[in-house]
């Protein structure tokens, strides 16, 4: 099981914009279907964005899609969320999540994960 770091997550201004990493360790990015969730307080977890272990197939959530970007970096174990345009609504604790070749047929839940990073808060001001 891979071992997933988030960071780049803090404070920012509506409008701001900010770039969270995800280093994998223990495995081998490119097998990895890759996503990211969030958790506002008191609500459930919600699918942000996600990419195929091919990088073929990405998906977003309707309420980030032209704002956010997801993106991977084999060779240095990496995927990033660029997020653009914040707003209040996209405060949440920000978790990136793998699972191994998982195929990208519609928006997963994170059930469908396997492992799971600590998180990195993110504070979008108004």
């Known amino acids: 099981q891979v071992q997933l770091v988030e960071s780049g997550g803090g404070w920012v201004q509506t409008r701001g914009s900010l770039r969270l990493s995800c280093r994998v360790s223990?495995?081998?990015?490119?097998?990895?279907?890759m996503a990211w969730f969030r958790q506002a307080p008191g609500k459930e977890r919600e699918f942000v964005a996600a990419v195929s272990f091919s990088g073929r197939r990405i998906l977003y959530t309707d309420s980030v899609k032209g704002r956010f970007t997801i993106s991977r970096d084999n060779a240095v174990n990496t995927v990033y969320l660029q997020m653009n345009s914040l707003k209040p609504e996209d405060t949440a604790d920000y978790y990136c999540?793998?699972?191994?070749?998982?195929?990208?047929?519609?928006?997963?839940?994170?059930?469908?994960?396997?492992?799971w990073g600590q998180g990195t808060q993110v504070t979008v001001s108004s």
């Open positions: 223990g495995g081998t990015l490119s097998d990895y279907t």
């Open positions: 999540a793998a699972d191994p070749g998982r195929i990208l047929l519609g928006a997963p839940g994170p059930a469908e994960f396997r492992s």
